[in-house]
Each structure stands twice: as C-alpha cells, then as structure tokens.
C-alpha cells in the first residue's frame, strides 16, 4: 500500500511539475520565441527509426532522460540556414547529460551536402542524424521546414515552433535555463 501511494504522489507531482514548467516557459517567450507553442498537456513523439552519419540507427527513445531541441531542417532550406548556427551554439552552451540540441534532415540529403552546409555556417557541435524517407517527420506532422519542437526527459513534445528563429537569443536561452532549472548565463559570442 505504501509503495501505491508513493507511486500515485509521484505521478501527481511530476503532472504538476510539466505544467509548472509549460507556465514557465510560456512566460518566457519574446522576440524569436512568440511563435512557440506550449501544449497544455504532452504529446507523444515518432518510434520511428532515423540514422547517423556512420549509418547507426536511432530512435527518439535513444535521447530520454535529457531535455531535447529537435530541429527538422534540410540542406536546400534558406531559413535553415539562418538559424542553424544558433542551434549551434545552444548546443555548445547548454549541450551534457540532460540536454541535447538534435538536427534531423530530412529528405534527400546527401552526406556530403549535410558535411558542406555544416562547414560553410559553422556548425562544429552537431552531430549528423538522417531522416532521409522522412518517417519521423511524417508521424510528427513536419509539414514545412525548419520546425523545431522541444521534448521533456520523459520522451514526449511540449512545445513547438513552427519557422525560424534564434535559439541562442536571450528568451531561447531563458527557456532553456528553465526547462534544466538553471540561471541563466550572459551571451556567450558566436563564432
């Protein structure tokens, strides 16, 4: 009896942690980050099944446990190419154990356009992940690019921003602080 009651007060906590946290990111958006939705309850995330660079295959399951900045993007995307070098330096900033910044191509992009593109915008802290038959955009609704959509350490959305924007401008890191329950840092310069 005591180990359901723990577990029934756990579950309410962490149901009102998620819409503690919902509140307080809400809050946070300004500027870039107006154009992010905060969902009232979690949604669920893609099983499917994308690759790395060295052809190893992943899940979003693979990424639980860790606050996660996922970013549906291609190389032929002009607006990508704007706002990759912010998620970039989001990575390189708050990037460990409990957070990740991942970039999902999707499409046809080829190895060697996803390592070019990279280069030219100066993005070193990204790891290469491939949705090449775009099964996990299509089961997460990707419907235009770049879509970024944040997900809880439990493996589920709570929030998504349709375009681009700067996700290493003050409110993005703000939100990101929040989410890790950290204070928030200055800018650090890019590049």
């Known amino acids: 009896m005591k180990v359901l009651r723990s577990a029934?007060?756990?579950?309410?906590?962490?149901?009102?942690?998620?819409?503690?946290?919902?509140?307080d990111i809400a809050a946070l958006r300004e500027g870039d980050m107006r154009k992010l939705i905060v969902h009232a309850e979690p949604r669920p995330v893609s099983e499917q099944v994308f690759t790395d660079d060295r052809d190893w295959e992943y899940s979003l399951k693979k990424f639980r446990g860790k606050h996660v900045v996922l970013n549906f993007w291609a190389t032929w995307c002009a607006p990508c190419r704007e706002e990759m070098p912010t998620l970039n330096a989001l990575q390189a900033e708050f990037g460990g154990d409990d957070f990740q910044v991942l970039a999902l191509a999707i499409g046809r992009n080829s190895l060697e356009g996803i390592r070019k593109f990279f280069k030219d915008v100066g993005v070193d802290q990204l790891g290469i992940y491939l949705d090449p038959g775009q099964a996990v955009a299509r089961e997460m609704a990707v419907i235009g690019l770049p879509i970024t959509v944040i997900i809880d350490p439990e493996g589920r959305e709570i929030a998504r921003l349709t375009g681009d924007a700067d996700w290493h401008g003050e409110s993005a890191r703000a939100i990101v602080s929040a989410l890790l329950g950290r204070e928030v840092a200055e800018v650090k310069p890019q590049g």
């Open 8 to 23: 029934v007060l756990y579950v309410a906590l962490a149901l009102g942690a998620n819409a503690a946290a919902a509140a």
